[in-house]
């Protein structure tokens, strides 16, 4: 399986929204233009994840988007799912019986399961604070570079 565009900038705007959670709504506008994605883009993105749950909005003057759930909650799993479907390298083991005749008897079947549990396992356990943690570790590397004079 190979994330799409539509997952990684998903995952990135859902990081943006969790680095500033309890900061209050943020427009889509704001969240564009830190990611670098383009809000027209990113509205389809956003629409789609708040019709699954993971986001909610505020209409209004000071209006944006807000995480549904605490940052600890939000498995990055659930984001690439709602983004772009199931997580399988092959049609085969994406849960749909009779894709091909060989099922029960390929070897080669038992490779991609495999494969699809280990990736269903790193994304399912790794939450949006996960990722504020990193984020904030790679900041303070950042910043133990910078010389003042």
Not at 36 to 42: A, K, Q, V
Not at 106 to 132: F, K
Request: with cysteine.
């Amino acid at each position: 399986m190979r994330i799409s565009t539509r997952g990684e900038y998903g995952v990135r705007a859902m990081l943006d929204i969790a680095i500033h959670y309890g900061q209050g709504p943020i427009p889509l506008k704001i969240i564009a233009e830190r990611q670098e994605i383009s809000e027209h883009y990113l509205e389809q993105l956003i629409s789609t994840l708040r019709k699954a749950g993971l986001v909610t909005s505020v209409r209004g003057a000071q209006g944006g988007y807000l995480l549904a759930k605490r940052p600890d909650e939000v498995r990055i799993g659930d984001i690439i799912r709602t983004l772009e479907g199931p997580i399988a390298p092959m049609d085969c083991v994406d849960d749909n019986d009779g894709c091909c005749s060989h099922t029960e008897k390929c070897a080669t079947r038992v490779l991609w399961q495999r494969l699809r549990d280990s990736m269903e396992e790193v994304l399912d356990n790794t939450t949006l604070a996960c990722l504020c943690q990193e984020a904030m570790k790679l900041q303070a590397k950042d910043d133990s570079f910078m010389y003042h004079i």
